[in-house]
């Protein structure tokens, strides 16, 4: 880490996206999704499972007025009552009882986070109304010592912050804080960023390193990066302390997961768990974060936890924690990324499978952990700018990320699949998980509202910047205003076509550098600057530094070659198989364009020369279609299941590819990104 | 079906079987298999997990000991006490408490059965004593009416019969009566017979089409082909008619299943289940069998349902319900069959999956279900001979049967895959029914005995006969006896080369027909008789008929070729690849032999020509080994995941393929037998 190239996102207050792909995601979000999700948090939504979300905030907020009225008032005794789902039919829940999981009250957090990156780009009195009323309700629902978490409030208090493991307070917290400071930056209002304090406070007198706290930790990691940015935007160092505790003290010994484990079962007359620390690798607590080599356990855990971790090491400049974060992610892309820029091959613990495991129709690839890995990847950027990073990050956003959601922005895929049969979805139980159509809201809804905010902040991930230079990362058409005061534009064709000018406005000349990436994908980039201005290349980015004049413009040319890529034989699944990308997409063949049983189809590799890029329109969007020979062997009417082996019967054909985030968006159908050869 | 083709198994006592391969497997089961197996029900087997089987019988002896003595014995209530095991090292189970799986009892049965083909052929004085001493415990066991299932005489009788659909009461009656039988053939002993009978009797006044019985069939089949058997033995019609009441009456509206579920859940107070008829499928019972067109839920089930069936096809002459034995079979064939000879490709229900759903590595493939397959195939071809049974007949027992035993009879597999990836199985929940290594004794020990009691009867699959015709299925050597008192000698140096002579024994000359079948798997068979003896084909045998002389022979030429096998396209695991067999086996690629990552390899479709056959030591026993030339994908030391396609650099290899059921005798390694062309 060299602190003169740290960095950090643009306020999102100081650009405005222009780019015709993400503005057009971001107008979806705002139109169908915020809206949607609303009524969902509300439980208006037909057809879906209620949330309860909003009802649970009501709850406590009840409960918590009646303590403020009665003096002897007596909160309730823990008791369990399970975290049930009211099934739709069976009338009103009742009133005062918390419905739905442990960790309900997060979506409210990401919903609004969502709306605060909408507000900012796009005001809007009426959802900013919304979001004002909503957020009294909250903080009416926060218990007077700060704490805010309704199971708890409207379960027994008694038994708060005593299974950080499995319940997720601190991960509430965690989503509370970023949704207060987006919310602060985007309207200024810091009522929910005053709740947010309070509860960080009282749980930074509740642990931490100091005589009398527990050396307790998240179970559900975010709270470690939700401290640092709540740090930033207070400057309260003990938020970056409380993160950094989290982050140091994770997987210790003794392991505070089995203390609390222990205490549990002691409390509840239950005989003592025997000392099984690697089962807490689904924690990413099986051991120290300094001493982690492979990425293991639930994968958006992981991918929110190495994200606090970069962030701690670059603001702490912790050198030996930055290691750390290097090593995993150099596992994660060496052994355990699929070309969509998903992660989590397992739906076993929604984890990371073992390393080179990457299995195309059992994928969990939850669109979560794939967000998760933008943010790592982001956070891996601010500490130092290597292209690599980069790439991934782009991977993710482009294709992962956003098959999460359909074009319409109404329905939403938890599980990204890198090969679906329909047929063998309904009729398989190994892939319950693996759905070929988008749902329209989980009753664990953690994806859609994820993506919304990633949407919605997607310029944070395009441009970073310190005092001297800025980072175009992902080529985001968009206006923005460094810090410096340096008016730029960036212009995109992107990720269409491979061409882009940043163009700077100032009044007076000055001294700056403007740093743009250079794709992993492409083959023969070229950086065209002004005159005067000094161009190097490192680390996979092309720096111009010197003084700029208004009207000055670096032209970028990405020439987007069809590529065919191919996986390390390690990976068994797509051994003679190759994928096919282009620009920063990765592509995929789709029934409706191709017709079923795509296992029959290759791809003829000699005859990429003649390959050829077009569109076509899918849910009223246009989207770039590939064309490449390739060859679909040809089915039997009633051959018998064996018979002496013979080259298969095939016949030339025109494969059709389209991005893969656009899959599923025309019924159900079969899909597959790996083609054989 | 045609009644002058209908034939029966030899009888064991007129049989000598002198095949090297399958004598030498035999053996094993008697020298190995049936006293660890006797060891084991009686829970003296350290390492392996305890049975109860034997501990069952003697508590619920005693308990029926005291009800004789005791004139005012009140029988126990039924009370709901599990289906505990005890931990090993938790000291002694208590002595009147039932343990183990509700079908424990059945296991003891198979063990009979295969003692008593052992004792047909090789005469043991001790372990008949043995037998009889178990035999006479058993039956003290039987409670007073009849009936015989350990678990509920000693959990409380006035449950019996209540839950026909999981708990296996008739199923131990087809066990017990499948052991009786064999033992009453081989030791002339009736013990056991009388007990079996007893308790059909006593299952025939509960179920049947009268007024005044319960319309209740077996949750897990079997009772239906044994009390087939049973009426043979006996001549008693009605156990062929309560055999045929089970086929006719399953999947029958009102459905009987649903019918119990609910009288349960009315006396247990639930609310009472809704119809979900198609979940009857698990159990072949969602609609009446001669409606079922395709073969579906637990396989194992399944088969010897369908066995049942082509039994009572057979003896009642019904014309429709053989066409929905035919129907089933086909679909089989040519849809859900391993080429290993396997079926069941889910581990969810122990299952049929869906249509050509045949995965390699998760397959399920129970080796109970290849030989239930083996059943089924054996009475197909009592009812008609067609070559296709026998072939199919064949590839089950000589592969997938024999690899649930390891060649020195200590191990055992219940899943049977097709390809293994130790790392995986380790590593993957999603693959923690395959074993990469066998296991000395399961929980649920339905395969080992099973296993046992094929090998034991082997005979029985090879040859059938009639007042006309003997019929050889399979070219296994033997002495035997026809019922009109022909004497013949089957030499054979099958499996492993492709020639075998029959050979007749005959004071004076008479009039006979020897049926041979005609190997599907051979490209150029040759039948040579004796002049004299008019020779034709038809439908997979060659019929040799006329007046035979003593030293009579028909000479048979099955040339063995290395043969490449493709699947049917629809199979999409096996898309590219090919497997390689020769003569009645399938073969593999083990780690042992060609190193691990045996993905990376890939045999040369066109250098078939060069494949050479040869033999290797596995577990102290002569194999076959076939070397083919391939080549081998080379492993970059550390290369990224994903990069530009390029073709693979390969090496020539040699290839060496062993049978299948010889695999996973040399410790744990990567086997599979799809290999890619």
């Known amino acids: 880490m060299d602190k003169k190239n740290f960095s950090r996102p643009i306020d999102i207050k100081n650009i405005k996206v222009t780019d015709s792909f993400w503005h057009s995601f971001q107008e979806t979000v705002r139109r169908e999704v915020i809206p949607y999700q609303w009524e969902a948090l509300n439980d208006r939504v037909e057809g ?15 409960l918590m007025a009646e303590k403020k009225s009665q003096p002897d008032f007596q909160e309730p005794a823990y008791a369990y009552r399970g975290f049930e789902t009211l099934p739709q039919d069976s009338g009103h829940p009742e ?4 419905y739905g999981f442990v960790f309900q009250d997060s979506d409210f957090y990401k919903w609004v986070e969502a ?13 900013e109304a919304t979001v004002d009323e909503a957020i009294d309700l909250v903080c009416a629902a926060q218990h007077d010592t700060g704490y805010l978490d309704t199971y708890y ?5 008694d038994c708060a912050f005593t299974n950080l493991k499995d319940h997720h ?27 947010a304090c309070r509860y960080a406070d009282y749980v930074d007198s509740r642990f931490g390193p100091e005589p009398g706290k527990r050396k307790g930790y998240p179970g559900h990691e975010i709270a470690e990066m939700a401290l640092v940015r709540l740090y930033q935007a207070t400057g309260e160092e003990k938020y970056l302390k409380l993160g950094k505790f989290f982050v140091d003290e994770r997987g210790a010994s003794p392991n505070y997961f089995l203390v609390e484990d222990r205490e549990r079962a002691a409390r509840e007359g239950r005989p003592a768990p025997g000392e099984d620390i690697a089962s807490y690798s689904y924690y990413q607590a099986d051991r120290p974060v300094r001493e982690q080599e492979e990425a293991v356990g639930h994968a958006v855990r992981a991918g929110y936890l190495y994200s606090g971790m970069a962030d701690v090491a670059r603001l702490t400049q912790d050198e030996e924690l930055f290691t750390a974060c290097r090593r995993l992610w150099d596992e994660i892309v060496r052994e355990k990324l699929y070309i969509t820029g998903g992660v989590g091959g ?3 613990g929604e984890a990371f499978s073992y390393p080179f495991d990457l299995p195309n129709d059992t994928a969990y690839s939850e669109t979560c952990a794939a967000i998760a890995l933008a943010f790592f990847a982001r956070r891996m950027l601010e500490a130092e700018p290597k292209g690599e990073y980069g790439d991934v990050m782009e991977l993710a956003m482009y294709n992962t990320v956003l098959s999460g959601m359909a074009l319409d922005g109404r329905s939403f895929f938890y599980v990204n699949p890198l090969e679906v049969n329909p047929a063998a979805c309904h009729a398989d139980a190994r892939l319950r998980h693996v759905k070929p159509v988008r749902q329209p809201w989980f009753g664990c809804a953690c994806c859609p509202p994820n993506i919304a905010r990633i949407v919605g902040s997607a310029a944070s991930y395009a441009f970073t910047e310190n005092e001297s230079t800025l980072f175009t990362h992902l080529y985001m058409g968009a206006e923005l205003t460094a810090r410096n005061g340096l008016g730029l534009t960036l212009e995109s064709r992107l990720p269409w076509e491979g061409w882009a000018r940043m163009t700077v406005h100032t009044a007076r000349p000055g001294g700056y550098t403007l740093a743009f990436r250079v794709p992993g994908w492409c083959r023969a980039p070229r950086f065209i600057g002004p005159e005067g201005i000094g161009q190097i290349q490192k680390d996979g980015y092309v720096y111009f530094t010197g003084e700029w004049k208004d009207g000055d413009t670096v032209t970028i040319e990405l020439p987007m070659d069809i590529r065919l890529m191919g996986a390390n034989p390690r990976v068994r699944e797509d051994i003679g198989q190759a994928a096919v990308t282009c620009g920063p997409f990765c592509y995929c063949l789709e029934q409706a364009d191709n017709g079923p049983d795509l296992h029959l189809c290759r791809v003829d590799a000699n005859a990429l020369g003649s390959a050829r890029a077009g569109e076509t329109i899918i849910s009223g969007q246009s989207v770039s279609m590939l064309e490449l020979p390739g060859f679909r062997q040809e089915l039997a009417p009633a051959g018998p299941l064996y018979g002496e082996y ?28 790996w083609v054989r050869v």
Chains 1, 2 share one sequence.
């Open 169 to 195: 307070e601190l991960y509430c917290l965690g989503h509370l804080v970023e949704a207060a400071v987006a919310y602060y930056q985007a309207t200024g209002k810091d009522k929910l960023l005053g709740a």
């Open 48 to 62: 879906a499972a209620p949330s309860f979300c909003m009802h649970n905030f009501r709850a406590a907020a009840r």
């Open 646 to 673: 013979a080259p298969a019967k095939e016949s030339p054909v025109t494969l059709r590819f389209i991005p893969y985030y656009a899959w599923a968006n025309r019924g159900e159908g079969e899909m597959r990104v």
């Open 346 to 348: 397992t739906v076993h």
């Open 115 to 127: 709306a605060a990156y909408s507000l900012s780009s796009h005001p809007d009195k009426e959802l």
């Open 95 to 98: 009133p005062d009882k918390f």
């Open 153 to 157: 409030i409207l379960n027994g208090m």
